[in-house]
């Protein structure tokens, strides 16, 4: 199927690069907003770590003191237009009308102002009219090239090399590898034995820094209480693992590098709307297993915690594990680019 997929691809190329060349030459207009803009995107359809290494960019760019908006498109979610997530004090909507990667960032970061638009360099202008945000950080924003940025990280999975992965729809890369030279950073993730093949693949194709990220678990949460659990006691226990994410097996395997024994393991379509069928499922899968514990991710949770789940077992076994971006290798490279970045916006006295 895949191969009989490939002229499509071709095709695909082919319309990305005209677009591409019609931003670069200036046939489509670019939007500049007056503060600055901060890009993480990639160049393949989900599963690079985006998510915590926004969250990471976020939390550094507070840690300064400094006011952020995050933009994001807000993926799946039931309305359209601009729709305010977070305006630094309370969160309006829930997942299914706002997104759940938004959702999940309003949640974490309740000081941060959080919009969606389809439209991003719309969204920018509002949150820049209403909030006077001091930053703006865009999520999934490698594409959305009507919004001119000022630091553009992509996040490329290290597991493999993007010259084997087939453009949609005959795989899941977004654009030709030659797109990597709009990159500012080549932030990789999941870093495995192939990873001297892919940054030489990024230097050939761009001359932005290489960095290393690595996702670390921090801690287990209960869903629906206070309930707080270590990772160092994790190690050993049995549990029942599931997600509806673009990379699963990333998150499977996170659970395994934990110490935990994965009875069973359940996969649902990335961003998937969660139903009392599916809750029915789960649970099963617990019972028939016997663990104490049913884990899945941060953005699966926030779709679940907006149900009305009354089973006593899946509320107290229910638990999210939460993960953090930390940068290994590279993390004086990005504090410099931000502080130069930031820098200028202080010069331009629009803040």
Same mark, same amino acid.
């Given at each position: 199927m895949r191969k009989a997929l490939i002229p499509l691809s071709w095709f695909f190329a082919l319309v990305v690069r005209i677009r591409n060349l019609a931003y670069d030459v200036g046939i489509f207009r670019v939007h500049r907003v007056a503060v600055p803009v901060v890009s993480v995107g990639n160049l393949t359809a989900g599963g690079t770590g985006k998510t915590p290494f926004v969250e990471f960019i976020v939390r550094s760019l507070l840690a300064k003191g400094m006011r952020v908006a995050v933009l994001s498109r807000g993926y799946k979610r039931k309305t359209s237009g601009t729709q305010i997530v977070s305006d630094g004090n309370t969160i309006y909507g829930n997942a299914e009308s706002i997104g759940d990667e938004p959702c999940q960032i309003a949640t974490k970061f309740p000081s941060a102002i959080v919009i969606v638009d389809e439209h991003r360099a719309r969204g920018a202008a509002i949150a820049v009219e209403r909030y006077r945000p001091h930053v703006i950080v865009l999520d999934d924003g490698f594409q959305h090239r009507s919004l001119k940025r000022d630091l553009d990280i992509v996040m490329i999975d290290?597991?493999?090399?993007? %010259?084997?992965?087939?453009?949609?729809?005959?795989?899941?890369?977004r654009e030709p590898i030659s797109s990597l030279g709009r990159a500012n950073i080549c932030a990789v993730s999941f870093a495995s034995p192939v990873r001297n093949e892919l940054v030489k693949e990024c230097e050939r194709f761009s001359s932005a820094p290489v960095i290393e990220v690595r996702l670390q678990p921090t801690k287990l949460l209960n869903m629906f209480s206070d309930r707080t659990i270590q990772i160092h006691e994790l190690r050993g226990k049995a549990c029942v693992g599931f997600c509806g994410i673009g990379n699963p097996a990333s998150f499977r395997r996170t659970l395994e590098e934990v110490g935990l024994h994965v009875m069973d393991f359940l996969?649902?379509?990335?961003?998937?709307?969660?139903t009392s069928s599916d809750l029915m499922v789960i649970r099963k899968a617990c019972e028939e297993s016997r663990v104490l514990y049913i884990i899945t991710t941060e953005k699966d949770a926030v779709r679940l915690r907006g149900m009305q789940i009354s089973d006593s077992l899946l509320s107290?076994?229910?638990?999210?594990? @939460?993960?953090?971006? %930390?940068?290994?290798?590279?993390?004086?490279?990005? @504090?410099?680019?931000?502080n130069n970045l930031l820098d200028r916006g202080a010069e331009w006295s629009l803040v």
């Open positions: 290290g597991k493999t090399t993007l %010259s084997r992965i087939p453009m949609i729809p005959a795989g899941i890369r996969t649902f379509p990335d961003h998937h709307g969660y107290e076994r229910c638990f999210v594990l @939460e993960i953090e971006s %930390s940068i290994v290798k590279g993390r004086a490279v990005v @504090e410099q680019l931000l």
